[in-house]
């Protein structure tokens, strides 16, 4: 079969221009990105704050135009084919709808209404997605009167009202508790089992790309440093890290020399153990395989442990590996640049919802 290519971006840039003072400087919030989605694939695009998801995501779902490169999406191009674009996608944007003082369902129903559905197909669509979303009996409800979770699937339905077979989330669960983003995650990975659809989502969890994309895509500065699946990025990290809890702080050069001896940094050269208090860390390849020799070995020089920990590499790993930096210290240091682009001009798309088109 086939395999069709729902997204397809080649050398995609956005610039802005930011004033500080009388000082303009212009931003590359996207520096060249390739993206190829394939039908039916569920992708997370990962990064820390301010390194260029919602601005690529605004690019693919016309509400920007590129300032350089190209992009089809649903096999129509962003620029000039922007309206066919606009029909086959659902976008749920990372503020959410703006809700009138209308119910719910009334909502949903106009605004099916502005894909050009006829008023009974959006209300038997939306009816049927509040059933699949879990908003059952919430129909005639303000969103205003709804929790933080079920305006977060409200907004989904609007997303998908129309029936888009390629649906954008940015940041679909951002201050939602563990409890309703758990809830989304299963109405989200339903998206592609019961749909059918493809799902681009952006996200800064790790934990919420882990579970949901069957691929990973990550952008720093603007750039994309890694695309696979989570397991292929984690197997590139060298090694689990070892951590190692002395009982006497007497050990603890010793059993640096011995975990040292079998880290993964010993074959390269590299400084390969860390140590902090009676904390002795390494990464070490296999470390289900080495770990009984370790002990043994520290047994044998009459040294005791408090405890041992083997963490499996995780997806911050990966980020550290790429860049240098962890993903949590990213997000610090962007949001400290971020502080001075509220001047900024750029060039904006009418919005989303003002798609009135006959189908
Ligand atoms: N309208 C704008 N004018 C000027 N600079 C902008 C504008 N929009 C975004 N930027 C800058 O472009 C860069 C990328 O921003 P973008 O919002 O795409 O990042 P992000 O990865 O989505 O971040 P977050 O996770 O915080 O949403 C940042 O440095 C941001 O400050």
Do not use: C
């Not at 649906?167 to 809830?183: C, I, K, S």
């Not at 005791?304 to 590499?313: G, K």
């Amino acid at each position: 079969m086939r395999e069709i290519v729902m997204i397809h971006a080649r050398g995609l840039v956005q610039t802005f221009q930011s004033r500080e003072g009388k000082k303009k400087t212009v931003v590359r919030a996207v520096d060249g990105v390739d993206l190829d989605v394939a039908e039916g694939e569920v992708v997370g695009f990962l990064g820390p704050n301010g390194a260029g998801k919602t601005t690529t995501l605004r690019m693919l779902t016309t509400l920007l135009r590129p300032t350089e490169g190209t992009a089809t999406v649903a096999g129509y191009d962003v620029v000039r084919e922007s309206e066919q674009v606009r029909r086959s996608i659902g976008y749920v944007s990372q503020a959410g709808g703006a809700f009138s003082a209308a119910r719910a369902g009334d909502e949903v129903v106009d605004h099916g209404m502005l894909y050009g559905m006829k008023e009974s197909a959006a209300k038997a669509r939306g009816q049927e997605l509040f059933e699949q979303l879990d908003l059952d009996g919430l129909w005639t409800r303000m969103p205003k009167n709804m929790s933080g979770g079920q305006r977060r699937r409200l907004d989904i339905v609007m997303g998908l009202i129309h029936d888009p077979t390629l649906v954008f989330l940015d940041e679909p669960t951002t201050g939602l508790d563990p409890q309703a983003r758990a809830n989304l995650w299963e109405h989200i990975a339903d998206l592609r089992r019961k749909r059918g659809a493809t799902v681009f989502l952006t996200t800064h969890y790790l934990d919420e790309a882990d579970h949901l994309s069957d691929r990973i895509i990550i952008i720093d500065h603007g750039r994309i440093v890694a695309s696979d699946t989570s397991e292929n990025l984690k197997a590139n990290v060298s090694g689990d890290l070892v951590d190692l809890e002395l009982s006497s702080a007497a050990d603890v050069q010793s059993a640096a020399t011995r975990l040292g001896s079998i880290a993964e940094a010993a074959r390269s050269g590299g400084d390969p153990v860390e140590i902090e208090g009676n904390h002795v860390r390494a990464r070490v390849a296999r470390a289900g395989r080495a770990v009984p020799g370790l002990l043994a070995d520290l047994g044998t020089a009459g040294i005791t442990l408090e405890s041992i920990e083997v963490h499996r590499p995780t997806l911050d790993d990966v980020f550290l590996t790429l860049t240098g930096r962890s993903l949590r210290d990213a997000q610090e240091t962007t949001k400290d640049d971020q502080a001075s682009d509220e001047s900024a001009d750029h060039t904006e798309q009418p919005a989303l919802a003002g798609v009135g088109q006959e189908k």
